[in-house]
């Protein structure tokens, strides 16, 4: 028993445009999407003075300087507010940001962001030497 092949209804084509109707509008241009690359962050947590009580932490900074904060430098994938809640609840956290860690310090790192991966781990370096050579108490991981 053979069946007949199945039709499939046409679609039906937009009305003509009428001398009457009212021109299209311009489609609004969106903005420069980011490349899927450049999803990268560097990011910097403020550390609790208490830190400076862990011997490792004083002999990692040997020129710390009175008075400056003590900051943790990293970089991530993810949206540096959602890695600083993963440090606090113990997910792939660092010891120092998940008992210490007080607060994300956006003024010394949103310029950078976000970034492609190689200049992220640059950046993490580069941030991190330059905020010790200003006097800050740096730990990077």
Known sequence: MATAPRKTPRK????????????????????????????????????????????????????????????????????????????KAGIQSNVYVQKWGVRLLPGLYAMYNPMPYEGARDMEVELGIALRELGYGVWQA
């Open 12 to 87: 039906k084509s937009p009305p003509a445009a009428t001398a009457d109707a009212a021109p299209a509008k311009p489609r609004a241009k969106k903005p420069p999407r980011t490349p899927r690359s450049h999803h990268y962050h560097v990011y910097v947590i403020e550390l609790s003075d208490e830190v400076w009580n862990v011997g490792r932490f004083r002999r990692a900074n040997p020129d710390y300087q009175l008075g400056q904060p003590f900051v943790y430098v990293g970089m991530t994938g993810l949206d540096p507010d959602v890695r600083f809640d993963k440090h």
